[in-house]
């Protein structure tokens, strides 16, 4: 099983960015999935989740109104889309399968003028 990030990068602040997790040999249209953030220093902490059909997503409190997080289980895949970044928000993203042990590696997202 894998789980393989892309869609980080260093952006201004206001900027948008879009993540993605794509999924390997695991159907991942069976899981709720989620998103969680750790910055240098810091313990990792949860951003965004999202149940199996995807109707009922919920945030952590300071990204709330800026990111969604979204699926496409035709394409095994799951979204983070990231609107008025902040620097605070900087940090290497994870996806993580809930009620599993399976993450994904990360991708690094800067948020710096």
């Known amino acids: 099983v894998q789980l393989v990030e892309s869609g980080g990068g260093t952006v201004q602040p206001g900027g948008s960015l879009r993540l993605t997790c794509v999924g390997s040999?695991?159907?991942?249209?069976?899981?709720?999935v989620s998103w969680y953030r750790q910055a240098p220093g810091k313990e990792r902490e949860f951003v965004a989740g999202?149940?199996?059909?995807?109707?009922?997503?919920n945030y952590e409190d300071s990204v709330k109104g800026r990111f969604a997080i979204s699926r496409d289980n035709n394409k095994n895949a799951v979204y983070l889309q990231m609107n008025s970044l902040k620097p605070d928000d900087t940090a290497v993203y994870y996806c993580h399968v809930l009620t599993t042990t399976y993450w994904g590696q990360g991708t690094q997202v800067t948020v710096s003028s």
């Open positions: 040999r695991l159907l991942m249209s069976w899981y709720a």
């Open positions: 999202l149940d199996r059909s995807g109707d009922s997503a």
